[in-house]
């Protein structure tokens, strides 16, 4: 786990925020409130969106109706979202996937996998306490397959 955490406010400047994950070449950071709980996790990805170009939903004209995609309005109404935000809370991923800091390297990889995220804030009952990222669990794996130093 890293304790050194880089974190952001929800009301921080997205370019500031972009500006600092490139600064410490990192490709994402929990958000926090004013007191230290975690409300979200903004990404390189959630910051490229905004760059893009949008793509308008998918809509299908049928014996004279039409009909849109609901996942397709989904998917442009944010991205919508994230194009026009200008704080790290309007592109955030709110309602992130945590782990608590006494839980075991298996169920902090469990959860990397099955939520198929990159990181994941350490929460204890003071808030952020620190990040796993899925590089912290591959060090975890090589350390414990290194054979002891006195065999």
Avoid: Y
């Avoid at 400047?13 to 958000?31: C, F, H, K, T, Y």
């Avoid at 109404?77 to 991923?93: C, F, N, P, Y």
């Avoid at 390297?105 to 204890?124: F, N, Q």
């Amino acid at each position: 786990m890293t304790t050194d955490v880089l974190s952001f406010a929800p009301d921080d400047n997205v370019g500031d925020a972009m500006a600092r994950l490139v600064e410490r070449s990192i490709d994402g950071a929990p958000v926090v409130d004013a007191g230290n709980q975690v409300v979200g996790i903004i990404s390189t990805g959630d910051l490229i969106v905004q760059e893009t170009e949008l793509h308008v939903p998918t809509i299908i004209s049928l014996f004279g109706a039409t009909l849109e995609l609901p996942s397709a309005h989904k998917h442009f109404e944010d991205d919508l979202r994230k194009t026009l935000g200008a704080t790290v809370a309007d592109v955030m991923q709110a309602e992130p996937v945590t782990v608590g800091p006494d839980e075991t390297i298996e169920a902090a990889a469990t959860k990397l996998h099955d939520h198929s995220v990159s990181r994941l804030p350490v929460v204890g009952p003071g808030g952020l306490v620190g990040i796993i990222s899925r590089v912290d669990v591959l060090r975890e794996i090589i350390r414990d397959e290194e054979p002891p130093a006195d065999a």
